[in-house]
């Protein structure tokens, strides 16, 4: 009896310990928002009042703008690029006969291993000479190099899951192999391919380290800017846009999970059809 | 990359060597250009610039302001690593125990900060530190303190915001470990008679070691490069090795310097990955989202 009463102590510290973790997790970053509705000057919690003027102020300032602008291009040229560079590569890996595959697959997690801080200096030095450095090539080129371990390691997920079978039988029954990849095997992969193209988008959006080297005074990603605002003034500007990249994350999360969702949903009805 | 199908499955037709590698061909271009090419022309500055040499790296290490900077280094990464380990191990076991709402709950603690700007996260921890921020406000206004204490730019804050923004990396990996464990082992330990700390002993960690091993790799390995929090967080009196490299890039314009010190760094985490090659599954992080 006082063993299973111990157990349940133990379990109940065991639950609260984590739901403790959970808090530290969430609330610096939660706590941001109420304070980013303050009216005043400096950051107060609680708030003093209800204000949206640093909102204001972050839509009126034409830095802000043009730098979120550019994020944005950034990420969705690096999304593409990644996700279509990456699945090539997982299709050469799972599905081909590729020359020297232990050399790719080191080269596939090298990004993950080598500290970002290596590689933002060390493209710093040669996007220099290029004169890539502050331009949208530049940015894409580093942020999809940068995306594309974790783009291939989903796309290879969603290829180990699928049933190869599926496209046996479309090659015995006369597709090539193109045609056989673009009416089995892509819808069925489609729903890793939809989460790839996010994960990368967000890495692009956020990254920060390569971004602070090889931006310039003109071009600068959001992430560069913020830092920049961070080093030299806190001012409540931040916390408006520190809210809103939350509430994107917290957004683009729920859509991917439920794109997901449906596409699988999808997926799942158009093989029972075909049974 | 685990669970291959089995290779008769995939008989039949699979791409020849010509059209794999014409496949792989965008990807290894952009590598070579973009990762290849830069680190091997900083490495080379580091070592052939003005002639051969290994003074930058001698360097690195007879200065003793260069060497405190790197024994910070290691220090405050093990440090966050010994913490982050402590924070994630209940939060992963009640995850692994847990299921629908509750499971959901508790996953989406762990990946909205993973997948949160570290940025943002990093000026949290500011506004929070910082001398009249909301901490020392809290404290103030509690009564416990009379000035504001100097919380920001302290050893203690780095380890503490690093800790923060690394803990889904190490939670993850425990998770799925302890995850695959099955309830009936522990109750089979109980049944027999072993205490709760035997059970643990005995059975819960030996196999939970392959994921805490992976979680505090990948931490500690992240932890030695990070620029971004160490950067903010610790100001200029908390120097770690990346905003080292990067005084060293932008304020002093020593390229060979600056490539030495990311040698020494890309020697430390090969080194490491090497050692521990099969603790490195980057595939947890993405299958679990």
């Not at chain 1, 090539?137 to 390691?153: E, K, S």
Request: hydrophobic share 55%; aromatic share 10%; with cysteine.
């Amino acid at each position: 009896m006082s063993a299973v009463r111990g157990n349940r102590a133990g379990r109940m510290a065991l639950n609260a310990a984590a739901y403790a973790v959970t808090v530290f997790l969430l609330l610096p970053t939660l706590i941001i928002a109420p304070m980013s509705v303050g009216p005043e000057r400096y950051l107060r919690f609680p708030p003093a009042g209800f204000s949206t003027r640093w909102y204001t102020e972050y839509f009126q300032d034409e830095e802000w703008v043009r730098a979120t602008l550019f994020s944005l291009e950034a990420g969705v040229i690096a999304a593409v690029c990644a996700t279509v560079v990456g699945t090539m590569l997982a299709l050469a890996l799972v599905r081909g006969r590729l020359p020297g595959k232990g050399l790719v697959e080191l080269l596939v997690i090298g990004p993950v291993i080598v500290p970002h801080i290596a590689l933002a200096v060390a493209m710093f030095l040669v996007f220099e000479q290029l004169r890539l450095t502050g331009s949208l090539l530049g940015f894409a080129m580093a942020h999809t190099v940068l995306a594309l371990p974790f783009v291939v390691f989903t796309v290879l997920a969603a290829l180990y899951r699928f049933d190869v079978e599926l496209e046996r039988a479309a090659l015995s029954c006369g597709a090539g192999s193109f045609r056989t990849f673009r009416y089995v095997t892509l819808p069925l992969i489609a729903p890793g391919l939809v989460s790839a193209a996010l994960f990368a988008f967000i890495i692009s959006f956020d990254e920060a380290v390569v971004s602070f080297f090889i931006s310039d005074l003109d071009r600068k990603t959001l992430p560069r800017k913020m830092f920049e605002d961070i080093d030299y003034n806190i001012s409540p500007t931040l916390a408006a846009v520190a809210t809103m990249l939350t509430a994107l994350t917290i957004a683009a999360l729920l859509l991917g999970y439920l794109l997901k969702r449906g596409l699988e949903r999808r997926a799942r009805a158009t093989a029972a059809q075909e049974d | 990359m685990s669970q291959r199908p089995p290779r008769f499955l995939l008989g039949g037709r699979r791409y020849s060597p010509a059209a794999s590698l014409l496949l792989a061909a965008p990807f290894l271009l952009l590598v070579a250009v973009v990762f290849v090419l830069p680190l091997a022309t900083l490495l080379h500055e580091s070592l052939f610039v003005p002639g051969p040499t290994m003074a930058h790296y001698a360097r690195a290490f007879d200065e003793p302001v260069y060497l405190r900077v790197m024994l910070r280094t290691v220090r405050i990464a093990v440090f966050v690593t010994v913490l982050a380990l402590l924070l994630a191990w209940p939060l992963a076991w009640v995850m692994s125990r847990s299921r629908g709402l509750g499971l959901a709950l508790l996953a989406a603690a762990v990946l909205l900060p993973l997948w949160t700007s570290v940025l943002v996260r990093t000026y949290a921890w500011m506004v929070l530190l910082q001398r009249n921020g909301v901490v020392n406000q809290l404290l103030e206004r509690a009564g416990l303190i009379d000035e504001p204490m100097r919380l920001l730019y302290t050893e203690g804050a780095v380890v503490l915001a690093m800790a923060h923004v690394l803990l889904p990396f190490m939670v993850l990996p425990i998770y799925s470990a302890l995850k695959g464990i099955p309830e009936d082992y522990t109750r089979a330990a109980q049944m027999l008679g072993a205490s709760a700390w035997a059970t643990f002993r005995e059975v819960i960690w030996p196999l939970a070691l392959p994921g805490v091993t992976s979680g505090c790799l990948m931490v500690f390995l992240l932890a030695l490069g990070f620029f971004v929090t160490p950067a903010l967080v610790g100001g200029p009196q908390q120097m770690m090795i990346a905003t080292l490299v990067s005084q060293q890039v932008r304020e002093m314009l020593d390229w060979p310097f600056a490539g030495a010190l990311v040698g020494i760094l890309l020697g430390f985490v090969l080194v490491l990955t090497l050692v521990f090659k099969r603790a490195v599954r980057l595939d947890r992080f993405v299958g679990s989202a």
